[in-house]
């Protein structure tokens, strides 16, 4: 076992040494892909996953652990160590083609871009890195299942903070921590599982839905930008909790379906003063968070609420924070409209002088997000709907779908995957994504094809 085990590391290691000295296309990397995803998919079939990591200068694979063996493998280790990955997880059902886009991402060091965020951005799900640590959520356990587990327990201990809240009680900071661990992992691990359920329109527990939307949300904005650690949880922290204020706003105020009144208006305008001193008097909150409750509804221009505050500069968070917390609403059904299709969305955020949001945070959360996000439902120009499952990293017009049903609106019996990229014989596009399509009007949850 342990000669099988020596043979994949060196095939990994051998396989990186390749990519690092020649182009994708040559014959010798092409080779390496092929003789590692053998190696990979025969260890597979005996094993839910494969975890190659580093324990000091050894190399561990799930539970067998190699000595400093031979300079190849010194290589091997001092490589994954200048790039800061303690751990490879491989998954079932590794592709060729994506072993052959993982080692030319590692391989890359001039790209100024994380390499999970390149990773998650060229649809690479199943060879993920990480670092050797003890979270409350196992990193092995990754894709859209880990990640709705996360999720669900999240959406339920977001309620539980709120009734704290809202019975007068301090809300409970540790509750609110365990979120955001679970959070941060899941962001850094598999971002592209964890967007892909913040899509979901649901609205029967919108305001714990809004709560743990709006960190995740946030959190990605913030590893986009090289946060992470305590101060990336502290981002989250304060996102989960920006709206707390409005524990105490009544329901008709929140839940009104038309035009609020003056009145109403002053008394939906006061969560946020609200929210800054429930924080603010909670033992252990960070500092981040009542800021952030207090600042989330101000513009770069200072104009919205709450008025007259005098001179100052939008914290960061706060700018993260408002992007996140306006796009998930207005995408997001309500009792008393419909949830807005993401281009729509785009559109109204990203108007001309709109002096609500800070425009190069907003071009950034926009390249983050992608014209079609992973999980949303397209038609293409053939009249075919599927589900598109990976964003093609230079051209976010022409993402990878699933094709769910075939013109006639008849569910397919075998779903295929199209590229909407490759072009065909004659150098032209033979299918292109033309429309998001509501899930609902096709009775279809993204999250069960993915």
């Known amino acids: 076992m342990t000669r099988n085990v020596e043979d994949l590391v060196r095939r990994l290691a051998a396989a990186l040494r390749a990519a690092e000295l020649y182009a994708p296309q040559h014959p010798l990397v092409q080779r390496s892909v092929t003789a590692l995803t053998a190696a ?140 955001i661990d679970s ?123 709450p008025e007259n505050i005098g001179h100052r500069k939008l914290n960061l968070c706060t700018q993260i924070v408002s992007i996140a917390d306006v796009f998930d609403a207005l995408r997001s059904n309500r009792p008393y409209r419909e949830g807005l299709a993401t281009a729509r969305i785009r559109s109204i955020m990203g108007e001309q002088g709109n002096p609500a949001f800070n425009q190069t945070l907003l071009r950034r959360f926009v390249n983050l997000m992608g014209l079609f996000p992973i999980g949303t439902i397209v038609r293409l120009n053939t009249d075919e709907v599927g589900v598109v499952t990976a964003e093609h990293p230079e051209d976010p017009f022409r993402p990878q779908v699933k094709i769910l049903f075939d013109p006639q609106g008849s569910r397919l019996e075998y779903e295929s995957l199209v590229n909407t990229w490759e072009r065909d014989s004659r150098g032209t596009f033979p299918k292109a994504v033309i429309e998001s399509v509501d899930p609902d009007s096709i009775e279809l949850d993204p999250l069960t094809v993915l």
């Open 183 to 305: 959070l941060a992992n899941i962001v850094t691990q598999d971002r592209t599982s964890l967007m892909a359920l913040t899509a979901l329109k649901k609205y029967d527990n919108y305001t714990f839905t809004h709560m743990v939307n709006v960190a995740a949300l946030s959190m990605a904005q913030a590893r986009a930008l090289n946060l992470e650690g305590p101060l990336l949880r502290e981002f989250g922290f304060a996102a989960l909790m920006h709206d707390i204020g409005k524990v105490n706003t009544p329901l008709e105020v929140l839940n009104k379906p038309g035009k609020l009144t003056v009145e109403e208006f002053k008394v939906m305008k006061m969560h946020v003063v609200d929210g800054a001193h429930i924080l603010r008097r909670t033992p252990e909150m960070p500092a981040l968070a009542p800021v952030v409750a207090f600042e989330h509804h101000l513009r770069q221009d200072l104009s919205g609420y």
């Open 40 to 179: 990979l998919t025969t260890h597979l079939t005996e094993a839910p996953t494969v975890v190659v990591g580093l324990i000091g200068d050894d190399v561990v694979v799930n539970e067998t652990r190699l000595g400093k063996g031979s300079a190849s493998l010194t290589g091997f280790v001092r490589g994954l160590r200048d790039r800061e990955i303690e751990k490879i997880t491989f998954h079932p059902g590794i592709t060729a083609d994506e072993i052959r886009i993982f080692l030319s991402e590692v391989a890359d060091r001039r790209a100024r871009t994380p390499l999970i965020d390149r990773l998650a951005t060229r649809g690479v799900r199943r060879a993920v890195i990480g670092k050797l640590s003890v979270e409350d959520t196992p990193q092995d356990a990754l894709g859209i299942e880990a990640a709705r587990r996360v999720y669900g327990t999240a959406v339920s201990s977001a309620e539980s903070l709120w009734q704290q809240a809202k019975a007068g009680e301090k809300p409970n900071p540790e509750d609110a921590r365990k979120i």
